[in-house]
């Protein structure tokens, strides 16, 4: 079963606008960590925030803010303020239980930015 | 350059031939790991080292895979025999440990088997 569902093979933004990128996950345990991670083309995956299932608040960093809903189990992130340079494949990812180190990845969506 | 290091960053080869990456993580994280990423896919867990014990393999390490962490501090991923299924990006990831919550990759190791 497909632990990380990414339902947005691509999408487009203005520069400057705000853009939701989904991501919805299933799992039966309890302790799991939720990741975004940014692929430029280079290839290097780049950490952008991290939400924890016992975080009772959503988590943010700089631009990037995620919007964690644990009972419809989705975790979307926010991108505000669209930058030339946010144009690349996004990926969310989860860790389940402590311990656990078999993170799974969802098969990504790749934002374009338009000037 | 305090990230992730690997190399080579490119690799073509011919089918049958051995091939051997290297993945140097950040100083002074002791949990290592490495994930196989085709086109059009998010990467998929390979096999995970905690300082030199390698405490995790996927199903997907086939037994033409091997790595290593010697030392506790770079490792390397073996694949012999090499198949044009094994075409991929080989990426490499640490972290600090079993508790972070941020683990670093590495830019990837492209390989291409013609």
């Known amino acids: 079963a497909q632990k990380i569902t990414q339902t947005q093979p691509g999408m487009f933004v203005q520069e400057k606008e705000a853009v939701t990128l989904d991501c919805t996950y299933d799992t039966s345990d309890q302790s799991y960590g939720l990741f975004w991670y940014k692929q430029p083309s280079s290839g290097e995956m780049i950490f952008l925030i991290y939400q924890g299932s016992y975080d009772e608040q959503n988590a943010t960093e700089g631009r990037y803010s995620l919007n964690f809903q644990k009972a419809r189990k989705s975790a979307n992130l926010v991108i505000s303020a669209s930058q030339l340079g946010d144009s690349a494949m996004y990926f969310c990812a989860m860790r389940e239980g402590l311990g656990n180190n078999d993170m799974r990845f969802g098969a990504g969506t790749r934002l374009t930015v338009k000037p | 350059d305090t990230g992730v290091s690997q190399d080579p960053r490119h690799k073509i080869t011919k089918r049958g031939q051995n091939v051997t990456f290297r993945c140097d993580p950040i100083s002074e994280h002791n949990r290592l790991y490495w994930y196989r990423q085709t086109l059009g896919q998010g990467p998929e867990f390979l096999t995970y080292f905690q300082n030199e014990a390698q405490l995790e393999k996927s199903r997907l390490l086939s037994d033409r895979f091997s790595a290593e962490r010697p030392k506790g501090s770079f490792s390397t991923l073996e694949i012999q025999r090499t198949e044009q299924g094994d075409s991929a990006m080989y990426l490499c990831?640490?972290?600090?440990?079993?508790?972070?919550?941020?683990?670093?990759f590495g830019e990837g190791s492209w390989l291409t088997v013609v």
């Open positions: 990831a640490s972290s600090l440990n079993l508790a972070a919550n941020t683990i670093y």
